[in-house]
């Protein structure tokens, strides 16, 4: 093994004359300053920790393939010599370290502000695993791949450091210092430091991991119903983190047994660039073979392992199965949904609620079944509550069979306070309110109001009202969705977005289940003041307010509401949006404007309007049965002749997903006019504006440049994919004077996905994320203006279409789902 000092030199190694005395600690002075500056230099430390890391895996694979005798055997396992640089920055700045292909690479951190050098025991563990993995099973840094790589790399730090726990020697191993990274208490995550991952690093007592609950820290997950490709491979591995620490305190397996099995798997050949979870839970369950687990047998260890990735969601197919169920908690409520599931083949049901509580139905009982299809069920709080519910069902046939749900949560009490840190608390509103409900006499800095629940509907837009004008201020809304009483990032409802006002309106995540949630809303001055470097946020010069919500509650008011959206030919779908108590049976009753036509269908779904358009005013009544309450919405349509040609958006609630935001005129390199009217979106997705002040001689060669709003990098990178992208942008100028767009008027070239790109230099960094513009560009040639006429007006037609239903060029006049229109007069003179 070979170390660097990059800032000394990347080509000559670090190297020292060892003096003739023992190396000396003074406990006293480690207890106290066991951090302090110079005492081991990074060099030093990032030498002697891979050293330790590097012996460990030496030892392990031996013992695990006695029969090779080379360090790299294409039916056994490799390792090769390490290389390794410190004080190694990159792009990624100080505070960051990897395993490149051919170093690892160690940060210098921040002089302790943030980071010590990450050459800590468990970063060093972490990157080498990372050097394993590329030689043996390729793995790649991309989706499920991802997930298993860093998965193995945090699992790798664990089993090291417990390897160092138990074999090190000497004046240190006696310190507190050496004692406080071993804590081990079940339950009390800010204690458990054995479970931890990066606490080595910090100079504060805080992880970057955790793995008693992955999910502790904000962003990892705890089960692979919450895998999404949106999420890091830091964050996915957390199922591995989850169920490396089932098997162990579950099971009852050493941390080094459990540690062998996942070590031979990654160099077994069982692990494999594109394989799934279930694949590799395959993986492991096949390599339990190679595996001595104290006088376990062969299937208890089968079992053992199968039932901690079952806990995970990840299916081994040896008996236990993921069941079509929904399982969650709310605080220190649990609850569970089958009625996914045909009541009429459910022979019985057992459920352990994870606290010690159970319960079991029969299908000859005599008790009915559908107060077991859903259920909830207050547990203990402050507790890991290891939730699972087995239902046995019978086909036609006679024949059972037996199907499990997992899930794991950790209770806590509905009125728990998650203070974040706040570095200097501001004043910014003296009231919040929430639709109908206001909160007053707010103070500077932080306030909880918990006692009583706020009710709110999951399907409505709800509007954020503050007491005064806070326009150019940011406000980010976070919603416990999960009800793990933690703020994560996956949970923003609005991220660092601009008011413009004294109120900004939000939605809440249609997946979310209905019961008691918090609600967050933090108002800083600028886009980074509010962050989630800790799980209960951190926030600079900001206001943060917790409000409890109860979703869907029965005791909200009722409110009639609903949407519109168009379709080609004057047809309208309408959908009921309204808030409603289902079991107080409302009725409904649509009046829609025209012929005496109604409904009393809740969605009446698609009304064909009269082909020569109008206005039109519908209106939604609703009654309870018991007559208790009463409410009626009423709007106006505007429809065109349906051979006018004005395609606006069907849905305005979309136009604000991608528009043009801003276009340019271009005779080749020259700029002829900006189009200031082009910026923003309204909710028809369609405008008519004048270029004023500019003309354009006939015959003279245009291109139409655009950008579209701010997107995730991520999401525009997908849509300008190679092939048939996902955008469109189409240009037509109504040469004829008929008032529509034929595909003869459209632009000069022929191919849909020519001429777009990302602009660098319009990207910028939101919350972490980084967001990009989309442009593009099209041409075509201005018609000939007659001497008679000396200049004429021509209506320039721009259409920018996410997901386009018709054909390139012949589709100006039909209405779309995402995007948006900008017809631009513009006056074109003969000379």
């Not at 039932?307 to 197919?317: F, P, R, Y």
């Not at 349906?642 to 958006?649: D, G, R, S």
Request: hydrophobic share 35%; charged share 20%; proline share 3%.
């Amino acid at each position: 093994m070979v170390t660097y000092d990059a800032a000394v030199s990347e080509t000559t190694p670090v190297s020292y004359v060892c003096q003739t005395n023992n190396e000396n600690f003074v406990k006293r002075e480690i207890d106290q300053t066991f951090d302090a500056y110079y005492s081991y230099s990074p060099a030093n430390e990032a030498h002697f920790n891979a050293g330790l890391v590097m012996q460990y895996f030496h030892t392990q694979l031996k013992a695990l393939y006695p029969q090779q005798s080379i360090d790299c055997d294409s039916n056994g396992y490799c390792i090769k010599p390490l290389s390794q640089k410190v004080n190694r920055n990159t792009i990624f700045g100080t505070n960051s370290a990897s395993w490149d292909g051919e170093f690892v690479n160690y940060g210098s951190g921040n002089g302790g502000y943030e980071y010590f050098a990450l050459t800590g025991m468990s970063i060093a563990a972490h990157e080498i695993t990372h050097a394993i993995t590329e030689w043996n099973s390729g793995l790649s840094r991309e989706g499920v791949d991802s997930a298993i790589n860093e998965g193995l790399s945090d699992i790798s730090a664990i089993a090291i450091l417990d390897y160092y726990q138990h074999t090190a020697s000497g004046a240190y191993t006696q310190s507190q210092a050496f004692a406080d990274q071993f804590t081990d208490q079940a339950g009390l995550y800010t204690k458990n430091r054995k479970w931890w991952y990066g606490w080595d690093v910090f100079p504060q007592d805080k992880a970057a991991r955790f793995f008693e609950l992955p999910s502790w820290d904000g962003r990892s997950i705890d089960h692979v119903k919450d895998f999404t490709t949106a999420k890091t491979g830091h964050d996915n591995g957390g199922v591995l983190r989850k169920a490396f620490y089932e098997l162990v305190k579950t099971q009852g397996w050493t941390i080094q047994q459990a540690y062998r099995l996942f070590l031979r798997a990654n160099t077994s050949g069982c692990v494999f660039s594109g394989m799934s979870l279930n694949e590799f839970g395959f993986c492991l369950v096949d390599q339990t073979a190679h595996i001595q687990v104290g006088n376990k047998s062969l299937n208890q260890i089968k079992a053992d392992v199968s039932h901690s990735l079952a806990g995970v969601g990840i299916s081994t197919g040896i008996g236990l199965s993921t069941l079509d169920a929904d399982a969650w908690l709310n605080y220190n409520q649990a609850s569970y949904d089958l009625s996914r599931i045909t009541p009429d083949t459910i022979r019985s049901i057992d459920v352990n609620w994870g606290d010690g509580q159970s319960e079991s139905w029969q299908r000859d009982s005599g008790t009915p079944i559908y107060p077991y299809l859903q259920r909830t069920k207050q547990v203990v709080e402050d507790t890991l509550i290891r939730f699972s519910v087995n239902v046995t069902t019978e086909d036609q046939n006679g024949n059972q069979a037996t199907q499990s749900a997992y899930n794991h949560f950790y209770s806590r009490p509905a009125a728990l306070r998650c203070e974040p840190f706040m570095n200097n608390a501001v004043l910014h509103t003296s009231t919040l309110s929430i639709n109908n409900f206001t909160l007053s006499g707010l103070n500077a800095g932080y306030r909880a109001k918990l006692d009583t629940p706020w009710p709110v509907a999951k399907p409505r837009e709800h509007t954020l009202s503050f007491a005064q004008d806070l326009s150019g201020k940011r406000v980010s809304v976070y919603f416990d969705s999960n009800r793990n009483g933690l703020m994560e990032s996956n949970e923003a409802v609005l991220s660092s977005q601009t008011i413009s006002g004294s109120s900004v309106k939000f939605t809440l995540d249609q997946q979310t289940n209905r019961g008691l949630g918090l609600l967050r809303v933090a108002i800083t001055n600028n886009e980074f003041d509010y962050s989630l470097l800790d799980a209960c946020g951190v926030a600079d010069n900001a206001q943060v307010v917790d409000v409890m919500m109860d979703v869907d509650s029965d005791n909200l008011p009722l409110i009639s509401d609903f949407e519109v959206q168009y379709l080609d030919g004057n047809r309208v779908k309408f959908t009921n949006t309204s808030q409603v108590n289902d079991a107080k049976n409302p009725q409904f009753y649509w009046q829609f404007g025209f012929d005496n036509r109604t409904s009393t269908a809740r969605d009446p779904g698609i009304i064909d309007y009269p082909t020569d358009g109008g206005q039109f005013d519908v209106s939604l009544q609703i009654q309870y049965a018991d007559q208790s309450e009463t409410d009626t919405k009423q709007t106006r349509i505007s429809l065109d002749p349906v051979n006018a040609c004005p395609a606006k958006i069907s849905n305005g609630a979309n136009a604000d997903v991608i528009y043009i935001d801003d276009m340019k005129l271009f005779n080749y390199s020259t700029l002829l006019a900006n189009v200031p009217s082009a910026a923003g979106f309204n909710r028809e997705g369609y405008s008519l504006n004048t270029l004023s002040g500019t003309d354009i001689k006939r015959r003279t060669y245009i291109s139409v440049e655009i950008m579209t709003n701010l997107m995730p990098r991520s999401t525009a990178e997908n849509l300008l994919q190679n092939g048939n992208r996902d955008v469109r942008f189409t240009i037509w100028l109504d040469a004829n004077g008929k008032d529509g767009f034929e595909s003869s008027e459209s632009g000069l070239d022929n191919d849909p996905n020519y001429n777009y790109w990302i602009d660098n230099s319009q990207c910028t960094t939101v919350s972490g994320s980084e967001y990009c513009r989309i442009s593009a560009t099209k041409s075509l040639t201005l018609p000939n203006v007659s001497s008679w006429d000396w200049s004429k007006w021509f209506v320039l037609r721009s259409k920018l279409e996410e997901r386009p239903a018709n054909d390139y060029k012949s589709d100006a006049c039909n209405r779309f789902n995402y995007g948006e229109i900008e017809d631009l007069k513009i006056r074109v003179t003969r000379y």
